[in-house]
């Protein structure tokens, strides 16, 4: 069990908007930055949010981030099929003394 | 352009050891702190554990299941990372990411991952 808490799935339909939720707690994302990474089918995860709402370059600003308290959000608007992934959020946990990972969310564009 | 190009992995029984190896190239990798990631096959992401650079006396974290099992080392010379796995569990088989880390205001987090190398522990 992770010790961030996403939803193991969403769905929508191209062109309209879905939010991933990643909750946590004082220890991690209470008093961290929060990340994103975007692991395509068959390949490697790639940083897509940094510092809780921060795109690198070449991130579509589709994609955007934020963080209140103790949860974090990942929103990806005007959806496209090649948005199908699966999603992690990722924090350090000052308790455990070391990065946590959600549990992932796999991306459904119907 | 970054790279980073893990190899080492393979099959192996449990409780014996394994070495991986992550060669680094086009940045400068002694300014870096370099983790290591694994995945279990169709599962999520699970931090290994975490290797500073020498500003940070080359420290080193671990997650709590492979403390005492795993070690983290580089050789800043040849821009690599390493892993070594001793004492392996049928429940260590993933693929092993080497993944960049990134630490300045803007927080520490990953921001290059390596293509993965697979590790099947069985018998």
């Known amino acids: 069990q992770s010790v961030l808490t996403q939803p193991p799935s969403a769905s929508e339909t191209p062109g309209q908007r879905v939010t991933i939720s990643c909750s946590g707690s004082?220890?991690?994302?209470?008093?961290?930055?929060v990340h994103w990474h975007q692991q395509l089918p068959g390949t490697a995860p790639k940083l897509l949010i940094y510092?809780?709402?921060q795109r690198p370059s070449g991130v579509p600003d589709r994609f955007s981030g934020s963080k209140s308290g103790t949860s974090a959000s990942l929103a990806i608007s005007g959806l496209r099929s090649e948005d199908e992934a699966d999603y992690y959020c990722?924090?350090?946990?000052?308790?455990?003394?070391?990065?946590?990972f959600g549990g992932g969310t796999k991306l459904t564009v119907l | 352009e970054v790279q980073l190009v893990e190899s080492g992995g393979g099959l192996v029984q449990p409780g014996g050891s394994l070495r991986l190896s992550c060669a680094a190239s086009?940045?400068?990798?002694?300014?870096?702190?370099m983790d290591w990631v694994r995945q279990a096959p169709g599962k999520g992401l699970e931090w290994v554990g975490r290797?500073?650079?020498?500003?940070?006396?080359?420290?080193?974290d671990y997650a709590a299941s492979v403390k005492g099992r795993f070690t983290i080392s580089r050789d800043d010379s040849k821009n690599s990372v390493y892993l070594q796995m001793n004492s392996l569990r049928t429940e260590d088989t993933a693929v092993y990411y080497c993944?960049?880390?990134?630490?300045?205001?803007?927080?520490?987090?990953?921001?290059?991952w390596g293509q993965g190398t697979l590790v099947t522990v069985s018998s």
């Open positions: 990722a924090a350090w946990d000052d308790s455990l003394s070391g990065v946590i």
């Open positions: 993944v960049r880390v990134q630490v300045g205001s803007s927080g520490v987090f990953f921001d290059y």
């Open positions: 004082s220890s991690n994302i209470g008093s961290n930055y």
């Open positions: 086009g940045f400068i990798f002694s300014d870096h702190y």
């Open positions: 290797t500073r650079n020498k500003a940070k006396s080359y420290s080193t």
């Open positions: 510092r809780n709402n």
